[in-house]
């Protein structure tokens, strides 16, 4: 097999990036060691920064998303006997959407399948040869299990934190940052209603809680846990208890609705990056780049934003022999990277609890002065709404 751009994953940032390589005439094929059904179910990121939004509606992937989706204000930050409503369009003129990871991917996935996108779901045993030439390729074997080569004159990694694309970066050439936190989120589905209108972040002395959500009908709620916690030990009643004591059921005249819990996981919380995001003729986006810890929403939106930057560097490279944009591709997409580290590590600084006290004190001065300066939760929502693409 032959084309331009071997894309190596089929998530949203391998599936976007083929989209708008297509809109510009640039052929691509993308390789998944998954299943289509499994890419599409995975419970993932649900906000959408102002910049992400505009996009897809730029390439004719918002219809959905506007119809089914739920457009925010702001967000609630709250602590022990307050809770106060930040209003992001008032502060910055921007907007979030809740509309989750799942459904992106499933429009996506629908939109490539019209087109006649080439995508090998379930390969297996994929491999990248030759980055440092002008002839790279990926082998792997087929869903039938029969062995493939896949010549192209570019390759993107898009496979996450454990494909083979970051790990083929030649040890020498990269640089990795890391952080590992010593807490976890426990996090559930419940065919709820929300109890809110719009997401709330909670400080309580118990650790960090956050009420999201799915659509009216299903709830999405965290719970702050150690490292290493065993789900068998959080039957669903200490769950709806923790959460109702987290986030202040009962106070000002607020319940929190329990429900049934349709799912639950435990997702550690760390940050990464590693540098650069190109290597020859390899190129990194999303997570298997950069990870971030999700409080402060931006997993999904820095992919997005790393795919706005690589697919017209790719169609200059390969359609017209031009290399600047390519060249900048690494240095462009790391500014807006660390800023996005550094957000996700202020909001989960700033939120989740330990057992030193003056820390404590400090997080709760600093929750006081970003809801009652102007500056502050201005700062938090030009951040959280998310900054313009090429920041």
Partial sequence: MRTQVAIVGAGPAGLLLSHL???????????????????????????????????????????????????????????????????FVDLTGRSVW????????????????????????????????????????????????????????????????????????????????????????????ADVAPSTDELIYAWHPDGFALHSMRSATVSRLYLQVPTGTDLADWSDDRIWAALAERLGDGVNGWSL????????????????????????????????????PPTGAKGLNLAVADVALLAPALVALLGKHDARLADAYSDTALRRVWRCTHFSWWMTTMLHTDDDPFTRQLQLSQLQWVARSDAGATGLAENYAGLPLGF
Avoid at 56 to 77: M, N, Q
Avoid at 177 to 187: C, F, K, S, T, V
Wanted: hydrophobic share 40%; aromatic share 8%; glycine share 10%.
């Fill in 257 to 292: 609705t329990p429900g049934p819990i349709t799912d639950k996981s435990v997702l550690p919380m760390r940050s990464f990056v590693q540098s650069p995001m190109r290597s020859s003729r390899l190129f990194l986006a999303g997570d298997a780049a950069h990870i971030v």
């Fill in 98 to 189: 809740v509309y989750g990871q799942t459904e992106v991917t499933k429009d996506l996935g629908a939109a490539r399948a019209a087109d006649g996108q080439v995508i090998h779901y379930e390969a297996g045993e994929t491999a990248l040869h030759d980055l440092n030439t002008d002839h790279p390729y990926l082998t792997f074997r087929d869903a039938d299990g029969a062995p493939r080569r896949l010549d192209a004159d570019v390759v993107v990694g898009c496979d996450g934190s454990f494909g083979p694309s970051r790990a083929a970066v030649p040890p020498a050439e990269r640089t990795v940052w890391q952080r590992e936190y010593p807490y976890a989120w426990l996090g559930i589905l």
């Fill in 21 to 87: 390589l297509a809109a510009d005439g640039i052929d691509s094929v993308i390789v998944e060691s998954r299943s289509r059904a499994y890419v599409e179910a995975r419970i993932r990121a649900g906000i959408l920064e102002s910049s992400t939004v505009q996009l897809l509606d730029s390439v004719g992937l918002g219809a959905r998303l506007h119809r089914e989706g739920d457009e925010h204000r702001g967000i609630y930050l709250q602590w022990p006997g307050e809770r106060h409503h930040l209003d």
